[in-house]
């Protein structure tokens, strides 16, 4: 059935990304799953192997709690910079697992997102690895680009892309 949403007393029908959304949230739960995803993009055209779905599904889900929600869905259905499908073929796989591998390594609460506190360390490792990073609340105000108060693996990815070596 066809959802509709109510706008200041007025029906309005549900936008295209919501409707693709909806079409293949197949357990209605408001998450797409690996396999939802994956069905998503081979309808689409766009067929894409389990390793490296899973791999962008970890960059997709921006809050890092395993979901791939309708707002985190949307930012990447509305993206014209990137194209939507564009995106998974411009990831670099193996040098995106280390980045998670590395991610994971100072999550150390295993929340999805880097605090504060666990930044200090990362940033710490950084340094130690001749990146040209700055001191470490400037550090942390360049990478915390949502201002959430907390690092997500994205963040991470953008800020690991565009750091140079010192040599």
């Not at 066809?2 to 209605?28: C, E, H, I």
Request: hydrophobic share 40%.
């Amino acid at each position: 059935g066809s959802l509709l949403f109510f706008s200041r007393g007025v029906m309005a029908a549900p936008s295209m990304s919501q409707r693709v959304f909806n079409k293949y949230d197949t357990d209605g739960d408001g998450a797409l799953t690996l396999s939802e995803l994956r069905a998503l993009c081979y309808d689409m055209g766009h067929p894409i192997s389990p390793e490296k779905l899973a791999v962008a599904f970890q960059v997709l889900d921006t809050n890092g709690d395993g979901k791939f929600q309708y707002e985190e869905f949307k930012k990447w259905w509305m993206s014209t910079t990137d194209g939507r499908f564009e995106f998974f073929e411009r990831l670099n796989y193996a040098w995106l697992e280390k980045v998670i591998q590395h991610y994971r390594h100072y999550d150390k609460d295993h929340s999805g997102q880097i605090s504060r506190e666990e930044a200090a360390e990362l940033h710490a490792s950084l340094v130690a690895a001749k990146y040209s990073v700055p001191a470490l609340p400037q550090f942390l105000d360049a990478v915390d680009t949502d201002k959430s108060g907390q690092i997500s693996l994205r963040e991470y990815i953008e800020l690991l892309g565009s750091l140079h070596h010192v040599e």
